[in-house]
């Protein structure tokens, strides 16, 4: 199992971007994560079907985030994150490819509970990439530790993340070598390239302006009209 689960972007000011997606989502955060305290953020979180997607902001100065913010030149989307049913595969997959994990981390109890590994971004190219593991329930309808216990009843389940969208300076070469660490085939796909997995695809496109490499868009099944926020597009689903 290879699944997209959700799409994380980052702004200056959590307001207006919390305001901008219920609007386009039509639903209310479903949760705010106390856990991303300790990098300095907070956050708001939606259920779209089984996936997530999250707004995140720093509360203090020199974040991680902020950091990328700048390099970026404001809003943008940050991280993608990927659940899987084989960690363990992961783990080696990673040592065999030498991706480095900034951050192996492990919460909560046999009620609900979630592993994930962070890697290093030079390691991945793209934007940021997250590999978690979420249970005791797998079901995309089931457990998932960043959104907690009771975010089923605030889903839209006529809006699902379907895809993300990476502008890259090599797209053939990010592409092949998030193949190489997912183990799932790279197509070419119009100007880029193009990896599926169980729920959608990830697409790497060549850099279309000054801003460099990272997350640019994502794609949505169930989505009317193309709308923008966060530095992000958001895509009906093709």
């Not at 907070?42 to 100065?61: I, K, R, S, V, Y």
């Not at 404001?74 to 899987?84: C, E, K, P, S």
Request: net charge negative; aromatic share 6%; charged share 20%.
């Amino acid at each position: 199992m290879l699944r997209l689960r959700q799409i994380a972007m980052v702004a200056p000011d959590l307001a207006p971007v919390e305001a901008e997606v219920g609007d386009i989502v039509g639903v209310p955060v479903c949760y705010r994560d106390p856990g991303v305290g300790k990098y300095g953020l907070h956050n708001a979180l939606w259920a779209l079907g089984g996936t997530f997607l999250e707004a995140l902001a720093p509360f203090q100065d020199d974040t991680t985030a902020g950091r990328y913010m700048a390099r970026r030149g404001g809003a943008t989307g940050y991280m993608v994150i990927l659940d899987t049913s084989d960690l363990a595969r992961m783990r080696d997959r990673l040592a065999a490819h030498q991706v480095r994990i900034v951050e192996d981390l492990t919460v909560g109890d046999n009620a609900l509970h979630a592993t994930a590994l962070h890697l290093h971004p030079r390691d991945t190219g793209g934007c940021l990439l997250s590999l978690d593991r979420h249970g005791p329930d797998a079901g995309m309808m089931g457990s998932y530790m960043w959104a907690g216990s009771a975010w089923q009843s605030s889903a839209n389940l006529d809006l699902v993340i379907s895809g993300a969208v990476m502008t890259c300076d090599d797209p053939a070469a990010t592409a092949a070598r998030w193949s190489a660490i997912l183990d799932r085939l790279a197509i070419a796909h119009g100007t880029g390239w193009r990896i599926a997995v169980d729920n959608g695809t990830l697409d790497f496109v060549p850099v279309a302006d000054s801003r460099g490499e990272g997350l640019a868009a994502i794609r949505l099944r169930g989505l009317a009209v193309t709308a923008r926020t966060c530095g992000l597009d958001f895509l009906p689903e093709t």
